[in-house]
C-alpha cells in the first residue's frame, strides 16, 4: 500500500523555540494533506487540512500563527509550530490522499517541549 | 453534525477469544464509515471501510464489521484474536470533506 512518512518521529525542544515537521508522501502525489494532532488516550483532532498550492484551511480554534501549514509539492508538506510552549506538547500525525481518494497516515510525531 | 463515539475506552480478551468494539454513528444521512487501527510506532491502518450496500464488510487481518441503521451502530468483529491485535482501535466517519474520528478503544490481548 501506499506509504506516508513523517520526519523527526520524535522531537525535543525548549519552550520558545519553533519545530518542523514533514510529511511525505513516498510513492504517490497527494493534493490534500491533513494534519492532526492527538493527546494521550485521546481521538486524533484534525487541525487543518493543506492542499498543494495554497493556504491551509484551519479547523475551528487552531491558531494559524502558531501552526504554520506549507503545502510546497504534491509530496511534502510541512507543520511548523512556532515559539513552541510546553502545551503545545503532543502526537502529530499526517494523512495524505491518493486521487482515488484514499486517505494514508504518517507514523506520527511526538513533541515534548521543555 | 456528524460523530462517532466508541463506548469502551478499555477492552481486554484472551488470545483465541472473539472480539467485538462498538462504534456508535450520529449522522443525517448514510455514513460513510471506518475502522482503524493504530499501533505503536505505526500509522493508523485501515481495516475497512463501509459506504453503502452490505451491511457486513469484510476487511484486512481477519476482521469484518456490522452496519445496522435501526440502532446507528458499526461494530467491528474478530473470531479469534491473536497476540498481534493488542493496539489502539479507532472508528472514523468520513463527512463534509473530513475524517472525524471516535476516542479510541485500547485492546489488551491476555494469554
Known amino acids: 500500500g501506499a506509504v506516508v512518512s513523517q520526519h523527526p518521529s520524535w522531537v525535543i525542544c525548549k519552550s520558545g523555540t519553533s519545530v518542523k515537521i514533514e510529511c511525505r508522501s513516498l510513492?504517490?502525489?497527494?493534493?490534500?494533506m491533513f494534519w492532526y494532532r492527538q493527546f494521550p488516550k485521546q481521538s486524533l483532532m484534525l487541525m487543518a487540512t493543506?492542499?498543494?498550492?495554497?493556504?491551509?484551511?484551519?479547523e475551528q480554534g487552531v491558531e494559524k500563527d502558531k501552526f504554520l501549514i506549507n503545502h510546497a509539492s504534491l509530496t511534502l508538506s510541512t507543520l511548523t509550530v512556532t515559539s513552541a510552549h510546553p502545551e503545545d506538547s503532543s502526537f502529530y500525525i499526517c494523512s495524505a490522499v491518493t486521487y482515488q481518494e484514499t486517505q494514508y497516515f504518517g507514523p506520527g510525531t511526538r513533541l515534548l517541549v521543555l | 453534525a456528524q460523530s462517532v463515539t466508541q463506548p469502551d475506552i478499555h477492552i481486554t480478551v484472551s488470545e483465541g477469544a472473539s472480539l467485538e468494539l462498538r462504534c456508535n454513528y450520529s449522522?443525517?444521512?448514510?455514513?460513510?464509515l471506518f475502522w482503524y487501527v493504530q499501533s505503536p510506532g505505526q500509522g493508523l491502518q485501515l481495516l475497512l471501510k463501509y459506504f453503502s450496500g452490505d451491511t457486513l464488510v469484510q476487511g484486512i487481518k481477519g476482521f469484518e464489521a456490522e452496519f445496522k441503521t435501526s440502532q446507528s451502530y458499526f461494530k467491528l468483529r474478530k473470531p479469534s484474536v491473536h497476540w498481534s491485535d493488542a493496539a489502539e482501535y479507532f472508528c472514523a466517519s468520513f463527512g463534509n470533506e473530513k475524517l472525524t474520528f471516535g476516542t479510541g478503544t485500547r485492546l489488551t490481548i491476555i494469554p
Open positions: 449522522y443525517g444521512a448514510t455514513p460513510y
Open positions: 493543506s492542499n498543494e498550492g495554497s493556504k491551509a484551511t484551519y
Open positions: 510513492d504517490f502525489q497527494a493534493t490534500t
